[in-house]
């Protein structure tokens, strides 16, 4: 039965770790997730945890889970905050959202060691720098 379910494919949305200045003038990470589409996506659900190895030993972060009502065409809307500590783990963001009557999901991985500020490139839609994965 589950081969006869048809996942629809996407490629219009995106999640980014962005280093960028916080009220207070102090530079943090924060994760967010574009809307690369030329249409509104909505009911937008997010589950993040953080896996793998610190020194020979397995470590799981909690699993969050973030509701964004909707993310206009061509924008962003912000997931979370990511603390440095957690960079040397694999950080997964999935992703499921409706676009156009569908119901679409997608898993985005940070494999561990690749939110670092040497891998920063400007995001135009966020007009920040940060680490894309599509």
Sequence with gaps: MLKDIIEPEFDG????????????GAHVWNVYLINFN???ISGVLVSSK????????????????????E???LDYG????IHEDV?????????????????YDRKFI????????SRLN????????GILIM
């Design 13 to 24: 949305v995106g999640v980014a770790a962005v280093y960028e200045l916080n009220e207070e």
């Design 38 to 40: 030329n249409a509104l």
């Design 50 to 69: 953080g896996y793998g190895a610190i020194d020979g030993e397995e470590v799981k972060t909690s699993a969050l889970r973030h509701f964004l009502k």
């Design 71 to 73: 993310i206009d065409a």
């Design 78 to 81: 912000k997931i979370e905050a």
């Design 87 to 103: 960079f040397v783990l694999n950080n997964e963001y999935w992703v499921s959202f409706y676009l156009d009557g569908k119901i």
């Design 110 to 117: 940070f494999v561990e060691n690749t939110i670092q500020k």
């Design 122 to 129: 400007h995001i135009n839609i966020i007009d920040k720098n």
